[in-house]
């Protein structure tokens, strides 16, 4: 094969590849998947703002600063932590995303927030912009063993946000 066919058809997809990895969100230095999950995920009592917009800017103020980026879609569950954990208890059901396994479905609809990036392009990070949306709805939770680091008496904690509904 000639190589300048090789690297033509062989370098887009490297790129994508490449791009994939450095877009894959991890969890920042110093956190449990577990305490990821509630840093990111959980916010009870919701804290009183005129308006949802400035409740995500708020909010997700403090999720961009550990992973120095705009996240470009975030839920908050304004919903106790220990009623998350227990969702945990419910049956397993099949999670959306492949890569989780032990799913669990909330069997009552909570408050929650949503929060999508809106200015992509306006300057990025750290100058993010959201659009907040309140509903209640049901949500799926990836819950796996804690760890030590964890200090959980619970057998599984809540480690993934899999969807709302």
């Known amino acids: 094969m000639n190589l ?6 062989f370098c887009p997809f490297l790129f994508i ?5 450095l877009v894959t969100e991890g969890i920042p230095p110093g956190f449990t998947e577990a305490q990821w999950f509630n840093e990111q995920h ?3 009592p919701k804290t009183i703002v005129s308006n949802d917009n400035i409740y995500c800017n708020n909010e997700m103020r403090r999720v961009n600063n550990h992973i120095h ?3 470009s879609f975030n839920t908050f569950l304004n919903y106790m932590l220990p009623d998350v954990i227990s969702v945990c208890l419910k049956p397993n059901i099949t999670c959306r995303n492949p890569k989780m396994q032990n799913c669990h ?5 909570v408050p929650l927030t949503n929060c999508e990036l809106t200015n992509l392009r306006a300057g990025g990070y750290p100058n993010c912009r959201y659009r907040g949306t309140s509903k209640q709805a049901y949500f799926v939770v990836a819950c796996d063993p804690p760890v030590p680091a964890d200090h959980s008496r619970s057998k599984l904690l809540p480690v993934h946000l899999d969807s709302t509904t």
């Not at 590849?17 to 990895?21: I, K, V, W």
């Open 69 to 71: 980026r705009c996240k």
């Open 42 to 44: 959980v916010q009870y």
């Open 17 to 21: 590849l490449l791009t994939m990895f």
């Open 4 to 9: 300048n066919l090789l690297i033509f058809t």
């Open 105 to 109: 479905n909330s069997t009552t609809a």
